[in-house]
């Protein structure tokens, strides 16, 4: 049976329920979070924190650790390496998305969602694997310095130390401002710009004085997103030979003179200052201003025409930026393909041969992936949908702090969690095996790793959720366990679904959290055997042709997430009439 409530009784902002006090299955639900919480983020990253400012051996709390960091000059041309490499990461996205994102949302251009859509795909590809990929085209060898030698006898140092990691990192990470950006442009009220046009302002003093200060939510959004995930990147540098960073240090710390070295747990904690100090940051920038406006894209203003001229010199900009982007992507499947590519522009020939090589003898790479990432995908759902619930439908005491613990694993780098489970679990044996070298421990990294990505995701389905939905259930003599089964759960499976593709899709080609974890090649997911076969120059192809099944694996996952929540949006649209309770009674 259904019953149907009358459209006034749905709310956009979706007001939190009328709860009592929180009842003993609530607290229960809420207690195996905070264990898991615990287990897998705050106790690995507390004994991080721990190790770092205790003494070897006495245990007892000191500093000396970081004296000894502070007086390492390794460790401290490392600290500057990352942070100019974070910063110049984001100066050169920010390069590549600004364009896209004013040509594609300010102008009437005829391809933009296309443009929009080619801009998304570097985020699908794993950095270190796009940075194999553009040493094929930009390196000392590589296409573009063979053809500019050739032709004008100059060489371009594109991948040469820090400037290749900046490089990679830049077309890897820039989407995120791209899509922030491009939101923020979109949904600012048009009438601003038209009184501001009436007032003489026009051009680029139109766009540096009102739009993209009204857009800088956005902006900084993405920006910081960028800054953060360059102290996470911990493959890439180290593919490219580049170790006078934090978080190869902390790596190689830590496989060189084992978990028993504090400076690793040092490096670790700095790193995570780094992070949380960027996020904290662009917070505060955002402090004390207001960019609300009063209508959301309004204000009768059209897109405006390009000219001829301009028509031309926007998709010359345009065409450019993307053939830079794009690159790693057209070079990793003529590296799969290739029989020989080395000092030549494009390759000698052409085979499938790395294929049948990775389909052969690596196709368990591909297994255990699948594993992991479903069995993470499905923690991450249920924990996301339950810390949803409970923050947004109780008054659990203490309840935002479990949205905030959940949160806070953005902030803390891949190589960080690696170095705290290996530290915690260690240890601890299980039938005579250590913890940490059981593949259950790799699910548990990248559960946490990837929880915020589904927790958003069910938290976004749930807000869009009237109260009153529930509250009639309830009147009709559901239970509150019952309501939640068959109400609440099924209006926010779109949201769900789509938290689990987003968590499954990150979590196939996740390393930094994971490369320190695997004991052995039968335990080893897909992103460890791409950087296995990306060590050797003879493992390349083979190497490259597995990358493109990771890529096209997160590209279907990336596909059909769009489809979810498409498809969500379009059910609430015909639902706004009158949405039914499934199943509000038997």
Same mark, same amino acid.
């Given at each position: ?16 329920? &009328? ?45 000396? *650790? ?16 990352? %942070? @100019? ?9 920010? $390069? #590549?998305? #600004? !364009?896209?994102?004013?040509? /594609? ?18 985020? @699908? ?12 085209? +930009? ?33 890897? =990470? ?11 442009? &979109? ?43 360059? +102290? ?8 490219? *030979? ?63 025409? #390009? ?31 290739? /029989? ?6 494009? !390759? ?30 499905? %923690? ?8 949803? =619930? ?24 891949? $190589? ?23 593949? @259950?421990?790799? $699910? #548990? ?29 309830? *009147? ?15 209006? @926010? ?27 052995? *090649? ?10 296995? +076969? ?47 309770? !499934?199943?509000?009674?038997?």
């Amino acid at each position: 049976m259904t019953v149907a409530v009358p459209a006034s009784s749905t709310s956009v902002t979706a007001p939190r329920a &009328r709860a009592a006090l929180a009842t003993p299955g609530q607290w229960a639900v809420a207690a195996a979070i905070v264990v898991f919480l615990a287990v897998a983020l705050v106790i690995p990253v507390g004994t991080v924190v721990w190790v770092a400012f205790t003494e070897k051996g006495t245990g007892a709390f000191t500093l000396v *650790n970081f004296y000894d960091f502070a007086r390492t000059d390794l460790l401290v041309r490392s600290t500057w390496n990352s %942070i @100019i490499a974070a910063a110049m990461t984001v100066a050169l996205a920010t $390069v #590549l998305a #600004l !364009p896209l994102a004013v040509i /594609t949302t300010r102008f009437d251009f005829r391809g933009a969602a296309l443009v929009q859509t080619l801009g998304f795909l570097p985020l @699908i590809m794993p950095p270190f694997v796009g940075a194999v990929a553009m040493q094929l085209v +930009f390196g000392r060898s590589g296409t573009v310095n063979l053809l500019l030698g050739d032709w004008f006898d100059i060489e371009i140092p594109f991948m040469e130390g820090l400037n290749g990691v900046v490089f990679v990192e830049g077309v890897h =990470y820039f989407p995120f401002i791209l899509l922030n950006l491009s939101t923020a442009l &979109r949904t600012i009220d048009r009438s601003m710009e038209e009184a501001a046009q009436n007032l003489g302002s026009s051009g680029l003093r139109l766009f540096r004085r009102i739009v993209f200060p009204l857009a800088m939510p956005g902006y900084i959004a993405g920006a910081s997103l960028v800054f953060v995930k360059v +102290f996470d990147d911990l493959a890439t540098p180290l593919l490219l *030979n580049v170790k006078d960073m934090l978080a190869p240090q902390a790596y190689l710390r830590i496989t060189s003179i084992g978990i028993a070295d504090p400076m690793g747990y040092v490096i670790s904690v700095v790193l995570v200052l780094l992070s949380v100090s960027a996020i904290a940051l662009s917070m505060l920038a955002m402090r004390g201003r207001d960019y609300a406006t009063v209508q959301r894209g309004g204000g009768g203003l059209e897109k405006r025409r #390009l000219r001829p001229l301009e028509h031309v010199v926007a998709w010359g900009v345009v065409l450019l930026i993307l053939v830079i982007v794009l690159a790693p992507h057209a070079a990793l499947l003529m590296l799969s393909l290739a /029989t020989v590519w080395s000092y030549s522009p494009l !390759p000698d020939g052409f085979t499938l041969a790395h294929y049948a090589r990775v389909f052969g003898e690596s196709s368990l790479y591909i297994t255990n992936t699948l594993l992991y990432a479903s069995l993470a995908g499905i %923690i991450d759902v249920v924990l996301g949908a339950a810390i949803a =619930y409970l923050v947004l439908r109780t008054k659990l005491p203490g309840r935002q702090w479990l949205d905030w613990i959940a949160m806070a694993a953005v902030a803390v780098p891949g $190589v960080v969690i690696g170095i705290g489970y290996l530290r915690t679990f260690y240890g601890i044996d299980v039938g005579g095996v250590p913890l940490a070298t059981l593949w @259950i421990v790799i $699910v #548990l990294a990248l559960a946490v790793r990837r929880l915020p990505y589904a927790l958003r995701a069910c938290y976004a389905a749930l807000q869009q959720v009237s109260v009153s939905l529930e509250e009639a259930a309830e *009147n009709l003599g559901a239970t509150k366990a019952r309501t939640i089964r068959r109400v609440v759960v099924p209006l @926010i499976s779109g949201g769900m679904l789509a938290g689990f593709i987003s968590s499954f899709a990150t979590a196939s080609v996740e390393l930094a959290a994971t490369l320190m974890l695997v004991q052995s *090649n039968s335990d080893a997911p897909l992103a460890y055997g791409l950087y296995v +076969f990306m060590q050797s120059p003879a493992g390349r192809g083979p190497g490259a042709a597995l990358g493109v099944i990771a890529v096209v694996l997160v590209a279907v996952c990336t596909f059909l997430s769009h489809l979810v929540v498409e498809r969500q949006h379009r059910r609430q649209s015909r639902g706004a009439a009158g949405p039914a309770i !499934p199943g509000a009674t038997g």
